[in-house]
């Protein structure tokens, strides 16, 4: 996950193209990461407030949101809740 993080803050830099160690560029980034952290949790607590009948389902999306941390997080904000709800 640490090397995950270290990636995201690379690409951030890289793509808004600003000095990654002035202050302005390291409090953007830690904004950045931090909106991402904080949508994981909410993503893991809105998995398991769904039914118990829907365990298998809610054990892969909640594996897939932590094992490939952007990729599950993007992918359940579009196709989870759907899935989940139905």
Known sequence: MLNSIKLLILNISIIFNFKLFTMDGLV????????WILLSIRAIIEISKFSYKMRMKKLIWTNLVIIFPFGGLIAYYLFG??????
């Open 28 to 35: 953007f980034v830690y904004l950045i990461v931090a909106v």
């Open 81 to 86: 809740k759907q899935n989940l709800s139905a």
